[in-house]
C-alpha cells in the first residue's frame, strides 16, 4: 500500500448509520463443501432477517465470481484473493450498516482468519455448515461432483482440493440431523443479541 494513502474522516459514520437503522451491523459467514446448504439456509436467514426489518445483503459465490472476480480460477492463490476481496467488499457493506451475509465454501483456516481480521472479530459469525462429503455428493446440486470425478474439473474442493473444516465456528449446522427451518431458528436464536435493536 503507498504511504501517500490517508485515511479520510467522514462526518457520518458507521454508528451513526446503525443507528439509523435501529440495528448493528456484521457479517454472518456460511462455509462448507459445495451442496452443503449455504445458500440454502442463507437465504432463509435472509428472509427471517427482513421480515424483522433489518437491512441485509448476501454475496455469494457465482455472482461475485461472475463479476468482480471473474479474474479468478480456483487455485489456492486464486481462492485466497477471492475469499480477501469479498471480505474487504463485505467489510464496506458492514460499514455502510447492513448485516452481511456471505455463503463460500472458503476451504482454507488462514483465509477465514483473514476475514476475521479484516471485519474485525466482534463483527464476524462464522456458521460451519457440516455436511458429508458422501451426502453434498448424493445431493450434486450442479452436477460439479460427477463432473469432477470424471476428472472434468480439477480443484474440486472434497475431492481433489482440501477443505479444512473450522475447529471453533461460532454456529455449527449438521444439515443430515437438522431441517432448514431448524436450522434458521437456530442461527436466529444465535445472533438475535448481535442485532442489538436500539428500540427493544
Ligand atoms: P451450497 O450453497 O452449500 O453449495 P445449496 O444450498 O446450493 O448448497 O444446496 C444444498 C441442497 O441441499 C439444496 O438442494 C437443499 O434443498 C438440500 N438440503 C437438504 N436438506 C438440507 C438442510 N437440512 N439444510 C440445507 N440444505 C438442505
Avoid at 479520510?8 to 456460511?30: C, G, M, P, T
Avoid at 462429503?133 to 450434486?140: G, I, N, S, Y
Wanted: aromatic letters at 8%; hydrophobic letters at 35%; a neutral charge.
Amino acid at each position: 500500500m503507498s504511504k501517500h494513502i490517508i485515511t479520510q474522516d467522514y462526518q457520518v459514520n458507521k454508528e451513526d448509520r446503525r443507528a439509523l437503522n435501529k440495528h448493528n451491523s456484521f457479517l454472518i459467514w456460511f462455509t462448507g463443501l459445495s451442496g452443503s446448504g449455504k445458500s440454502t439456509i442463507a437465504n432463509v436467514v435472509e428472509q427471517a432477517l427482513h421480515k424483522k426489518g433489518v437491512k441485509t445483503y448476501t454475496l455469494d459465490g457465482d455472482n461475485i465470481r461472475k463479476g468482480i472476480n471473474q479474474d479468478l480460477t480456483f487455485t489456492p492463490e486464486d481462492r485466497t484473493e477471492n475469499i480477501r476481496r469479498i471480505a474487504e467488499t463485505a467489510n464496506l457493506m458492514v460499514d455502510a450498516g447492513l448485516v452481511v451475509l456471505a455463503a463460500f465454501v472458503s476451504p482454507y483456516k488462514k483465509d477465514r482468519e483473514n476475514i476475521r481480521n479484516i471485519v474485525k472479530d466482534v463483527n464476524f459469525v462464522e456458521i460451519y455448515i457440516n455436511t458429508s462429503l458422501e451426502e453434498c455428493e448424493r445431493r450434486d446440486v450442479k452436477g460439479l461432483y460427477k463432473k469432477a470425478r470424471a476428472g472434468e474439473i480439477k480443484n474440486m474442493t472434497g475431492i481433489s482440493a482440501p477443505y479444512e473444516a473450522p475447529e471453533n465456528p461460532e454456529i455449527e449446522i449438521r444439515t443430515e440431523e437438522q431441517t432448514v427451518e431448524d436450522a434458521v431458528q437456530f442461527i436466529m436464536n444465535h445472533i438475535k443479541s448481535k442485532l442489538k435493536f436500539s428500540d427493544e
